[in-house]
Each structure stands twice: as structure tokens, then as C-alpha cells.
């Protein structure tokens, strides 16, 4: 009764279940997409599928203003508008899917995680990053193009043009900083693997300031403003921050991790890939600078890095010089008189 009523509030009305013929195609579609775009993941096509078959989804009258799937997290299932097609799915979909999937309850029920989302009596923790991981996520697995939009005076590059555009054109940013498997591994499996590789890298500082400019564009976007466009700057002006935070702090932290040839190879290669995703001018500007210090940086590194390389070549040359000669006194004529 308390979750019919619940339902109400968000004026979902079910109609009827899925026959197991509807599950089974979203299900398989579903599971399909996911596997195939993150080959090189955690995820198996059988468990994403064994999990998805235990959801409940319904066939529901669902508001206009709501998409053509809604996961409700009280009543752990998925309800769709009537029109809604399980043979292409689409963005509402394939999100809602993965939020069914990512959803972790303690024993007595009680909503715990959802990905990168953390609940907690009084507070939600990374509601925007993970809605934007979500949309990242979903982006991929329904191979959408990159595209660039106008937004807020901007020109933002985005998967997502139609749903969450800035949130999920930086978490792009992040995901291609950190590599797909942090994102997919901590949004899927709900891990703190993405939180503290990410830290790792720009500190706990910067990771918050993030997190907390995620959650104001996802606030600003959920307020009504009369004024669209205002509303759209505030958002862009959020974005350019974190990006700058980003520009800023990825590249000064990462090199610190370069150890290899090969490390030194993709850092280079991020650095200079990165300016893809610029648009903003004064960005731009931070972005040339920083670039310009950190390969200098690297190269210098690169040659301690050669450097040491040689120097253990030549210890260890040292040493089997060492190691012959005596091998060649205890074997020698004199070594066999002597005793
Ligand atoms: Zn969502």
C-alpha cells in the first residue's frame, strides 16, 4: 500500500507487468550493448543478463514530462510509457536500466548506493556525477556520436545533446583522463575505484570542488527560471570552472605517475588529445601554458628515466664482469695448485 501510494506521488500508474517476451528483449538488448561497448570490463553478457531478469518492469501511464522509462528506487522497478521501444531502446532506457543495475541495499533493504551515488540519512552523496556517468555510460553503449552544441554562449562537445549535455561532456573528460574502466567499474559495480583514482591524481581538494560543481549545474538545471538563457550561462560558467580545475591539477598530478617510456608516451598523449574538448578561450589559454611547463617537465623526466635505465645496464654489466673473472680464477691452474 505504501508503495502504491509512493508511486502516486510521482504519478506513475501501472498498467501491467512485461510479459517475460517484452523483459526478455530489453533484457537481451540491454545486456548486449552494455557488454559490447566495455569489452575490455568486469562486465559478462550472463551476469549482466541474470541480474537484469530478477527486475520488475511494468507498462505504466506516466506523465508527459517524464521520459519513456522511469526507475522508481522504492518499489525497485522499471515502469514504461506505452509508446516506449524495446527493440532500438533508447537514452531513457538504457539510464533507467543501469540505474536498476547499479542499485545496492544493506540487509534490511535500505537503499545504500547507487554507483558513484552514496545515500546517507540526511545527505545524498554524488548524485550529479553519477547521473552523469549514467548518461556516459549509456551514450556509449547506444553508440552515440560526439557532437557540438551551443550552450550558454559555449561550444560544449557532448554524446548526450538531449539529456544531462554538460554533465556528461566532462565526465567524457574525466573518463577519457582516467580510462573507461575507473568510470564503468565504480558506476556499475558501485566501487570507490573512480573516487580515489581520480583523488590520487588532483587530491581530495579538487575532487570535492568537482563533485560540488557537478551538483550545481544539476541544481541550477532543476530550478525554474523564467529566463532560459541566464539559466544556461550559470551552467556554462560551472562547466568552465571544472574544466579549468581539470586543465589545472590532471596534468601537474599525473606526472608524478610517469615511470615507464610507455607512461611518458600516453601522458603525452592525453596532454595534446585533451585540447579537443577546449572551447572556451581563457581555457585555452590556461590549457597552452600548462601544457607548454608539464612536456618540459616530462622530457626531463624522460632523460632521468633513460638515464637510470643505462645506469642499471652498466651495474649489471659490472657485476657478470665481476662474476666471469672469478668463476675464471677458481677454475684456473693456479686456483687448482694453490689448494
Ligand atoms: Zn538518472
Not at 501491467?16 to 568486469?42: C, D, H, M, Y
Not at 547499479?102 to 558513484?116: A, C, F, P, V, Y
Not at 548524485?127 to 556517468?133: C, R
Not at 583522463?177 to 581530495?204: K, N, P, Q
Request: contains cysteine; hydrophobic residues 40%; charged residues 30%.
Amino acid at each position: 500500500m505504501d508503495l502504491e501510494k509512493a508511486l502516486r506521488t510521482v504519478e506513475i500508474e501501472p498498467i501491467r507487468s512485461l510479459t517475460f517476451a517484452e523483459v526478455g528483449q530489453i533484457v537481451q538488448n540491454f545486456s548486449q550493448r552494455l557488454t559490447l561497448a566495455f569489452p575490455n570490463s568486469e562486465l559478462k553478457l550472463a551476469n549482466v543478463m541474470e541480474k537484469m531478469f530478477e527486475c520488475h518492469m511494468f507498462l505504466a501511464d506516466i506523465p508527459d514530462n517524464l521520459g519513456n522509462a522511469n526507475y522508481f528506487y522504492k518499489t525497485q522497478a522499471i515502469y514504461f510509457k506505452l509508446n516506449a521501444n524495446f527493440e532500438t531502446l533508447d537514452d531513457y532506457i538504457v539510464h533507467e536500466c543501469i540505474h536498476y543495475f547499479q542499485d545496492i541495499r544493506d540487509e534490511k533493504r535500505e537503499l545504500q548506493r547507487m554507483g558513484l551515488c552514496r545515500f546517507r540519512e540526511f545527505k545524498i552523496y554524488n548524485m550529479a556525477l553519477n547521473e552523469a556517468a549514467v548518461q556516459y555510460i549509456t551514450s556509449k553503449a547506444l553508440e552515440s556520436k560526439k557532437e557540438e552544441i551551443n550552450y550558454g554562449g559555449l561550444t560544449i562537445k557532448t554524446t548526450s545533446p538531449k539529456y544531462y549535455p554538460v554533465l556528461t561532456s566532462l565526465m567524457e573528460q574525466i573518463a577519457f583522463l582516467l580510462g573507461d574502466d575507473a568510470v564503468v567499474e565504480s558506476t556499475l559495480f558501485s566501487t570507490d575505484r573512480f573516487t580515489f583514482e581520480l583523488m590520487d591524481v588532483i587530491g581530495e581538494r579538487n575532487f570535492n570542488k568537482i563533485q560540488s560543481g557537478f551538483d550545481k549545474i544539476l541544481e541550477i538545471r532543476q530550478t525554474a527560471y523564467e529566463d532560459i538563457a541566464k539559466q544556461e550561462s550559470l551552467i556554462a560558467n560551472e562547466y568552465i570552472k571544472i574544466q579549468n580545475i581539470l586543465i589545472q591539477e590532471y596534468f601537474k598530478g599525473a606526472l608524478v605517475f610517469v615511470e615507464t617510456k610507455d607512461d611518458a608516451n600516453e601522458y603525452k598523449r592525453k596532454i595534446e588529445n585533451f585540447k579537443d574538448y577546449i572551447k572556451d578561450y581563457d581555457n585555452l589559454k590556461t590549457y597552452e601554458k600548462i601544457k607548454e611547463k608539464q612536456l618540459e617537465k616530462l622530457s626531463k623526466k624522460t632523460i632521468s628515466i633513460n638515464k637510470a635505465k643505462m645506469l642499471t645496464v652498466v651495474k649489471h654489466n659490472i657485476f657478470i664482469d665481476l662474476f666471469r673473472k672469478l668463476q675464471e680464477w677458481i677454475f684456473s691452474e693456479e686456483y687448482k695448485i694453490k689448494k
